[in-house]
């Protein structure tokens, strides 16, 4: 009766480690692998010749990995992906900077203590700043072709998204006297602290819709 203990308990425990090797971190069954091919072009537009596509089309897949249930993995087109997204990049454009500065004299009251009772004490504070704005305005055509190789025949979803873009930020300088009366709601809260790059304003645009689209169409099809 022993060794029949003892060869049950060692087949649990090997079927154990192999139900535990097939198994995440997260306790979960590991995603299937679905191989995807990013293929990015654009139409006599000079703008994307300053675009780095490797930097683009990674950002681009890890958008589109977001709430998957498989777990796409970028190949090139000769490596038999399953899905392939062929992307066309037109009327790309970034817009002249539009920066204005302004100068202003600002107020604030702003707490300096308590009195006697414990109730705060405010004074108001004035400084002379001056504010400059910027604008800087974007927009593309991406002409989207996302075929699923997989299904017979290939299933096939196309769109075409025309998104813009504005980024806008507030800067100060110049100040003159007490840089409390600054309040701090006067600045934007934009997506960048600093400038954006030109692929900074493509992959905007591209979130604005089509990234959605394309996952919603991934998701569809492999839930």
């Known amino acids: 009766m ?3 203990s003892l060869k049950l308990t060692a087949i649990f425990v090997a079927l154990a480690l192999l139900i535990s090797c097939g198994v995440n971190k997260h306790g979960k069954l590991p995603s299937r692998i679905v191989p995807i091919a990013i293929n990015i072009k654009s139409d006599d537009n000079s703008r994307l010749g300053l675009i780095n596509t490797d930097y683009y089309r990674f950002q681009l897949l890890d958008d589109l990995r977001d709430f998957q249930k498989v777990d796409l993995k970028l190949v090139d087109a000769d490596e038999k992906p399953e899905v392939v997204l062929d992307l066309t990049i037109d009327n790309f454009i970034i817009w002249p900077k539009d920066e204005r500065t302004s100068r202003r004299t600002l107020r604030r009251n702003v707490q300096v203590g308590t009195d006697a009772a414990g109730k705060p004490v405010y004074q108001t504070v004035t400084a002379s700043v001056d504010i400059t704005q910027t604008q800087i305005r974007s927009n593309a055509r991406f002409i989207t072709r996302l075929t699923f190789i997989g299904k017979t025949p290939p ?6 998204f025309s998104p813009n873009y504005t980024y806008s930020n507030v800067t100060t300088s110049n100040i003159q006297g007490d840089s409390r009366a600054i309040d701090p709601g ?20 591209s979130k604005q819709e089509l990234i959605r689209r394309i996952s919603d169409e991934i998701r569809r099809r492999y839930q």
């Open 155 to 160: 299933d096939v979803f196309e769109r075409n």
């Open 186 to 205: 006067l600045y934007s809260a934009g997506a960048f602290n600093m400038e954006p790059r030109d692929e900074d304003f493509l992959l905007v645009l």
């Open 2 to 4: 022993q060794r029949i």
